[in-house]
Protein backbone atom coordinates (compact mmCIF):
# COMPACT_ATOMS: atom_id res chain seq x y z
CA UNK A 1 0.00 0.00 0.00
CA UNK A 2 1.25 3.45 -0.94
CA UNK A 3 2.40 5.73 2.13
CA UNK A 4 -0.50 8.60 1.23
CA UNK A 5 -2.84 5.54 1.16
CA UNK A 6 -2.39 3.88 3.99
CA UNK A 7 -1.94 7.53 6.20
CA UNK A 8 -5.54 8.49 4.54
CA UNK A 9 -7.01 5.63 5.65
CA UNK A 10 -5.88 5.50 8.88
CA UNK A 11 -7.31 9.27 9.43
CA UNK A 12 -10.22 7.92 8.00
CA UNK A 13 -10.66 5.17 10.96
CA UNK A 14 -9.70 7.50 13.86
CA UNK A 15 -11.98 10.20 12.88
CA UNK A 16 -14.70 7.68 12.42
CA UNK A 17 -13.76 6.43 15.91
CA UNK A 18 -14.26 10.15 17.71
CA UNK A 19 -10.49 11.39 17.54
CA UNK A 20 -10.16 14.55 16.67
CA UNK A 21 -6.40 15.07 16.60
CA UNK A 22 -7.22 12.28 13.86
CA UNK A 23 -5.13 13.83 11.48
CA UNK A 24 -1.84 14.75 13.69
CA UNK A 25 -2.44 11.51 15.63
CA UNK A 26 -1.97 8.85 12.24
CA UNK A 27 1.21 11.06 11.62
CA UNK A 28 3.03 10.72 14.63
CA UNK A 29 2.35 7.32 14.53
CA UNK A 30 3.56 6.56 11.07
CA UNK A 31 6.42 8.46 11.84
CA UNK A 32 7.27 6.42 14.58
CA UNK A 33 6.63 3.28 12.25
CA UNK A 34 8.91 3.89 9.54
CA UNK A 35 11.17 6.21 12.50
CA UNK A 36 11.16 9.14 10.47
CA UNK A 37 10.01 13.15 10.59
CA UNK A 38 7.18 14.38 9.12
CA UNK A 39 8.87 15.69 6.56
CA UNK A 40 9.28 12.64 5.41
CA UNK A 41 5.83 11.49 4.71
CA UNK A 42 5.21 14.40 2.76
CA UNK A 43 8.43 13.82 0.26
CA UNK A 44 8.05 10.12 -0.01
CA UNK A 45 3.69 9.60 -0.02
CA UNK A 46 4.08 7.72 -3.05
CA UNK A 47 6.47 5.50 -1.70
CA UNK A 48 5.27 1.65 -0.35
CA UNK A 49 5.02 0.66 2.93
CA UNK A 50 6.37 -3.09 3.65
CA UNK A 51 4.31 -5.56 4.55
CA UNK A 52 5.47 -5.73 8.34
CA UNK A 53 5.42 -2.04 8.46
CA UNK A 54 1.71 -2.04 7.24
CA UNK A 55 1.01 -4.42 10.22
CA UNK A 56 2.62 -2.70 12.63
CA UNK A 57 0.71 0.50 11.67
CA UNK A 58 -2.54 -0.76 11.56
CA UNK A 59 -1.95 -2.12 15.06
CA UNK A 60 -0.97 1.39 16.65
CA UNK A 61 -4.14 2.72 14.56
CA UNK A 62 -6.28 0.28 16.68
CA UNK A 63 -4.40 1.17 20.17
CA UNK A 64 -5.47 4.68 19.06
CA UNK A 65 -9.00 3.95 17.49
CA UNK A 66 -9.57 2.90 21.73
CA UNK A 67 -9.14 6.21 22.67
CA UNK A 68 -5.43 5.23 24.37
CA UNK A 69 -3.27 8.01 24.42
CA UNK A 70 -0.48 8.51 21.42
CA UNK A 71 2.32 8.58 24.05
CA UNK A 72 1.66 5.64 25.58
CA UNK A 73 1.68 4.17 22.29
CA UNK A 74 4.84 5.03 21.26
CA UNK A 75 6.55 5.52 24.42
CA UNK A 76 7.44 8.87 24.84
CA UNK A 77 6.30 12.40 25.07
CA UNK A 78 8.13 16.36 24.35
CA UNK A 79 8.03 18.54 27.23
CA UNK A 80 9.82 21.56 27.84
CA UNK A 81 12.17 20.34 25.39
CA UNK A 82 12.93 17.14 26.83
CA UNK A 83 12.17 13.88 24.83
CA UNK A 84 10.29 11.99 27.88
CA UNK A 85 9.86 8.06 28.52
CA UNK A 86 6.39 7.61 29.42
CA UNK A 87 4.19 4.50 30.55
CA UNK A 88 0.96 3.77 32.32
CA UNK A 89 2.66 4.17 35.59
CA UNK A 90 3.94 8.18 34.99
CA UNK A 91 1.17 10.67 33.55
CA UNK A 92 1.93 12.30 30.06
CA UNK A 93 2.98 15.59 30.68
CA UNK A 94 1.41 18.33 29.61
CA UNK A 95 1.81 21.92 27.84
CA UNK A 96 -0.22 23.45 31.63
CA UNK A 97 2.45 22.22 33.52
CA UNK A 98 5.36 24.23 31.71
CA UNK A 99 3.80 27.00 33.87
CA UNK A 100 5.34 25.39 36.73
CA UNK A 101 8.26 25.01 35.43
CA UNK A 102 8.50 28.55 33.52
CA UNK A 103 8.07 30.19 37.73
CA UNK A 104 10.66 27.78 38.74
CA UNK A 105 13.68 28.86 36.83
CA UNK A 106 12.18 32.65 37.32
CA UNK A 107 12.19 32.62 41.08
CA UNK A 108 15.52 30.25 41.17
CA UNK A 109 17.11 32.91 39.45
CA UNK A 110 15.86 36.26 40.71
CA UNK A 111 16.47 34.84 44.45
CA UNK A 112 19.70 32.43 43.77
CA UNK A 113 17.99 29.22 44.96
CA UNK A 114 20.52 26.59 45.50
CA UNK A 115 18.49 23.40 46.42
CA UNK A 116 15.12 22.17 44.35
CA UNK A 117 12.82 19.48 45.63
CA UNK A 118 9.65 18.03 43.29
CA UNK A 119 7.35 16.08 44.56
CA UNK A 120 5.28 13.22 42.75
CA UNK A 121 7.94 13.25 40.07
CA UNK A 122 6.82 10.76 38.08
CA UNK A 123 8.14 10.98 34.58
CA UNK A 124 10.28 13.04 36.00
CA UNK A 125 9.43 15.91 33.53
CA UNK A 126 9.53 19.34 36.15
CA UNK A 127 12.54 18.36 38.20
CA UNK A 128 14.67 17.68 34.68
CA UNK A 129 13.49 20.88 33.03
CA UNK A 130 14.89 22.58 35.68
CA UNK A 131 17.36 20.64 36.10
CA UNK A 132 18.31 21.24 32.69
CA UNK A 133 18.58 24.92 32.72
CA UNK A 134 19.95 25.29 36.40
CA UNK A 135 22.88 22.84 35.85
CA UNK A 136 24.69 23.84 39.02
CA UNK A 137 21.51 23.21 41.28
CA UNK A 138 21.18 20.35 43.41
CA UNK A 139 18.08 18.83 42.79
CA UNK A 140 15.97 15.90 44.45
CA UNK A 141 12.44 14.25 43.44
CA UNK A 142 10.46 11.76 44.71
CA UNK A 143 7.36 9.74 44.24
CA UNK A 144 5.83 7.00 45.81
CA UNK A 145 5.73 4.88 42.95
CA UNK A 146 8.44 2.55 42.27
CA UNK A 147 7.39 1.94 38.94
CA UNK A 148 7.54 5.88 38.45
CA UNK A 149 10.94 6.21 39.47
CA UNK A 150 12.13 4.12 37.49
CA UNK A 151 10.83 5.95 34.75
CA UNK A 152 11.93 9.13 35.91
CA UNK A 153 15.39 7.53 36.41
CA UNK A 154 15.54 6.06 32.94
CA UNK A 155 14.99 9.86 31.52
CA UNK A 156 17.59 11.68 33.99
CA UNK A 157 20.11 8.81 32.97
CA UNK A 158 19.17 9.60 29.16
CA UNK A 159 19.55 13.13 28.92
CA UNK A 160 22.57 13.15 31.35
CA UNK A 161 21.06 15.17 34.41
CA UNK A 162 21.81 14.24 37.83
CA UNK A 163 18.87 14.19 40.41
CA UNK A 164 18.53 12.60 43.46
CA UNK A 165 15.67 10.20 43.27
CA UNK A 166 14.08 8.65 46.66
CA UNK A 167 11.11 6.65 47.21
CA UNK A 168 8.77 8.62 49.13
CA UNK A 169 5.15 9.34 50.18
CA UNK A 170 5.26 13.55 49.81
CA UNK A 171 8.25 14.20 52.75
CA UNK A 172 8.32 10.92 54.71
CA UNK A 173 11.66 10.34 53.44
CA UNK A 174 13.12 13.71 53.13
CA UNK A 175 15.61 14.74 55.66
CA UNK A 176 17.16 18.17 54.29
CA UNK A 177 15.64 21.48 53.48
CA UNK A 178 15.63 23.42 50.15
CA UNK A 179 14.91 26.64 48.49
CA UNK A 180 12.63 25.51 46.38
CA UNK A 181 9.84 22.95 46.40
CA UNK A 182 7.67 22.55 43.59
CA UNK A 183 4.75 19.48 42.83
CA UNK A 184 1.86 18.66 40.45
CA UNK A 185 0.01 16.59 43.28
CA UNK A 186 -3.23 15.01 42.06
CA UNK A 187 -5.67 17.52 42.32
CA UNK A 188 -8.56 16.31 40.50
CA UNK A 189 -11.93 16.03 42.10
CA UNK A 190 -13.54 12.08 42.72
CA UNK A 191 -16.16 11.37 40.29
CA UNK A 192 -15.00 14.25 38.05
CA UNK A 193 -16.39 14.35 34.22
CA UNK A 194 -12.75 15.24 32.53
CA UNK A 195 -11.40 11.94 34.59
CA UNK A 196 -13.68 9.88 31.70
CA UNK A 197 -10.81 10.90 29.07
CA UNK A 198 -7.90 10.12 31.02
CA UNK A 199 -8.90 6.55 32.19
CA UNK A 200 -5.50 5.61 30.98
CA UNK A 201 -3.19 7.36 32.96
CA UNK A 202 -2.82 6.65 37.09
CA UNK A 203 -5.57 7.36 38.64
CA UNK A 204 -3.48 7.84 41.83
CA UNK A 205 -1.29 10.45 40.09
CA UNK A 206 -4.75 12.68 39.44
CA UNK A 207 -7.40 12.47 41.66
CA UNK A 208 -7.74 13.14 45.41
CA UNK A 209 -10.20 13.23 48.19
CA UNK A 210 -11.36 16.40 49.77
CA UNK A 211 -12.53 18.33 46.30
CA UNK A 212 -9.21 17.41 44.94
CA UNK A 213 -7.40 19.53 47.85
CA UNK A 214 -6.39 16.58 50.04
CA UNK A 215 -2.48 16.52 48.71
CA UNK A 216 -2.37 19.72 48.23
CA UNK A 217 -3.31 20.91 51.91
CA UNK A 218 -0.39 17.90 53.32
CA UNK A 219 2.14 19.61 50.80
CA UNK A 220 1.79 22.93 52.27
CA UNK A 221 0.87 22.42 55.50
CA UNK A 222 4.39 19.66 55.35
CA UNK A 223 6.64 22.18 53.46
CA UNK A 224 7.02 24.95 56.15
CA UNK A 225 9.53 22.46 57.94
CA UNK A 226 11.39 21.88 54.72
CA UNK A 227 12.14 25.41 53.26
CA UNK A 228 14.86 27.23 53.94
CA UNK A 229 14.02 30.52 54.96
CA UNK A 230 12.95 32.88 52.52
CA UNK A 231 12.59 29.91 50.31
CA UNK A 232 9.25 29.03 47.81
CA UNK A 233 6.25 26.72 47.77
CA UNK A 234 5.23 26.26 44.31
CA UNK A 235 1.98 23.88 43.35
CA UNK A 236 0.39 23.33 39.93
CA UNK A 237 -3.91 22.95 40.69
CA UNK A 238 -6.70 23.03 38.70
CA UNK A 239 -8.28 25.64 36.99
CA UNK A 240 -10.97 26.45 39.37
CA UNK A 241 -8.93 25.84 42.80
CA UNK A 242 -6.81 29.22 42.85
CA UNK A 243 -8.94 30.82 46.01
CA UNK A 244 -8.66 27.62 47.55
CA UNK A 245 -5.29 27.17 47.16
CA UNK A 246 -4.63 30.80 48.26
CA UNK A 247 -6.18 30.63 51.10
CA UNK A 248 -4.44 26.94 52.10
CA UNK A 249 -1.76 28.78 51.75
CA UNK A 250 -2.12 32.05 53.57
CA UNK A 251 -3.51 29.87 56.78
CA UNK A 252 0.15 28.32 57.34
CA UNK A 253 1.50 31.68 57.22
CA UNK A 254 3.43 31.81 53.53
CA UNK A 255 3.72 35.10 52.14
CA UNK A 256 3.47 36.61 48.87
CA UNK A 257 0.85 34.37 48.00
CA UNK A 258 -0.17 34.84 44.02
CA UNK A 259 -1.21 32.57 41.73
CA UNK A 260 -0.34 32.45 37.86
CA UNK A 261 -2.04 31.55 34.78
CA UNK A 262 -1.10 29.04 32.20
CA UNK A 263 -1.07 29.36 28.47
CA UNK A 264 -4.54 29.10 28.01
CA UNK A 265 -5.32 32.20 30.33
CA UNK A 266 -6.66 29.54 33.49
CA UNK A 267 -5.48 29.78 36.89
CA UNK A 268 -2.39 26.96 37.07
CA UNK A 269 -0.05 27.65 39.69
CA UNK A 270 -0.05 28.85 43.13
CA UNK A 271 3.09 30.46 45.30
CA UNK A 272 4.16 31.58 48.37
CA UNK A 273 7.03 32.38 50.66
CA UNK A 274 8.03 30.78 53.77
CA UNK A 275 9.86 33.65 56.17
CA UNK A 276 11.67 31.19 58.97
CA UNK A 277 14.56 29.12 59.56
CA UNK A 278 14.13 25.09 58.72
CA UNK A 279 13.05 23.14 61.72
CA UNK A 280 15.48 20.50 60.50
Given at each position: MLLKDCLAQAILSLKNSGI?????????????????????LYAHDTDSLTQDQLTTYKALITERQAHKPVAYIIGHKEFYGLDLKVN????????????????????????????????????????????????????????????????????AKNLALDVDFIHSFWFDRVDRCFDLIVSNPPYIKEHDEHLKALNYEPQSALVAKDNGLENIKIIVKDACKYLNQGG?????????????????????????????????????????????????
Open positions: TSANLDARVLLCHVLNCQNSYSHTLIPRPDTETLVDFALSVANSHHYQSILDLGTGSGAIILAIKKYLPNAYCMALDQSHQALAIACTNCLAIEHGFDQAISCQQIFKAHNYTNVQTIKDYQGNDRVTYGFMEHICKQ
